[in-house]
Nanobody
Framework: QVQLVQSGGGFVKPGGSLKLSCTASGFTFGNYAMTWYRQVPGKERELVAGISRDGASAQYGDSVNGRFTISRDNNKNTVYLQMSGLKPEDTAVYYC??????????WGQGTQVTVSS
């Protein structure tokens, strides 16, 4: 079955960096774009970044553009989110997601990122 297992995250001071990982199984990873979302309690899930199947192109939400970098290693079935210049408003639960054929969405388990002094 499809699984997305996340790792990384945690607590960091403003201006710090963290790297999230999301390792996939159960589907042909290199055939699908991958995305990262985040969610704060009481708010809708927000698109953070997306990356194409081959990693050649990426897109970012306005609030993270220039600070976050999405990448992938198709040999390791893993997508990454490198977060730098973290701000308190980046505090959220972060999720990786894949949309497979017929629009079926699969999500990672979520990883808490807390940015605070």
């Amino acid at each position: 079955q499809v699984q997305l297992v996340q790792s990384g995250g945690g607590f960091v001071k403003p201006g710090g960096s963290l790297k999230l990982s999301c390792t996939a199984s159960g589907f042909t990873f290199g055939n699908y774009a991958m995305t990262w979302y985040r969610q704060v309690p009481g708010k809708e899930r927000e698109l953070v970044a997306g990356i194409s199947r081959d990693g050649a192109s990426a897109q970012y939400g306005d609030s993270v553009n220039g600070r976050f970098t999405i990448s992938r290693d198709n040999n390791k079935n893993t997508v990454y989110l490198q977060m730098s210049g973290l701000k308190p408003e980046d505090t959220a639960v972060y999720y990786c997601r894949v949309r497979l054929l017929l629009g079926a969405d699969y999500w990672g388990q979520g990883t808490q990122v807390t940015v605070s002094s």
